[in-house]
């Protein structure tokens, strides 16, 4: 087996036991969250990638998490594309969110939550999240209610006075497509660039 082929095999397995957690322990109430399950897992399986000391040889696991998350903006640029958390109506219309989206797209939503809440407050927030609602079934505000409870009581103001938590997470979870930029040129009393 080549290193290529044991990294992948190391990454699916490492995937598949992060549903011990997202999946197993604790679960969605409806194909409507189906992307915590498998983002969460597919987060898990490249930070353990890339801390435990088994497999710290292997220094290009942030580099495969791109591949990741490009599947997600690949799908995300498309008509067809869709937010993260979905509004299904069947359990036949939940097989279309399997996808770049709900893997890559919501790993990198939770890669983001990690550096705005700081690893040690996001093992808090899922902390209280399992213990709260070990082997019941939950919904998104269930969840993004632990992070923000988390990053409350972190108490911490280098996001900036005015960042809202709920509203970032709403941003990334509920809209489909790409983050643009629109640049705003603004000119002064005397007519120079600002």
């Not at 799908?75 to 594309?81: G, M, N, Q, R």
């Not at 219309?93 to 919501?106: C, D, L, R, T």
């Not at 399992?130 to 992070?147: C, P, V």
Request: aromatic share 14%.
């Amino acid at each position: 087996m080549t290193l290529d082929e044991q990294l992948t095999l190391t990454n699916t397995v490492l995937h598949e036991l992060a549903h011990q957690w997202f999946g197993n322990l604790v679960t969605m109430k409806w194909w409507n969250d189906l992307w915590l399950n498998e983002s969460f897992a597919t987060y898990m399986s490249y930070i353990v990638m890339t801390q435990a000391p088994e497999l710290t040889k292997y220094k290009g696991a942030w580099i495969d998490f791109m591949g990741r998350k490009f599947q997600g903006i690949d799908a995300d640029i498309l008509h067809t594309t869709h937010p993260v958390v979905n509004n299904i109506k069947s359990v036949s219309e939940a097989e279309s969110v399997f996808n770049g989206i709900s893997y890559g797209k919501g790993a990198s939503f939770l890669k983001q939550a990690n550096k705005v809440l700081g690893q040690d407050t996001l093992k808090k927030a899922l902390h209280m999240y399992f213990q709260k609602y070990k082997w019941t079934n939950t919904e998104f505000s269930d969840f993004i209610g632990a992070l923000q409870q988390a990053y409350d009581a972190k108490n911490d103001t280098s996001m900036g006075q005015k960042f809202k938590f709920n509203e970032w997470c709403d941003q990334w979870l509920k809209n489909s497509g790409v983050n643009t930029l629109e640049p705003q040129v603004t000119y002064a009393a005397n007519n120079s660039l600002t």
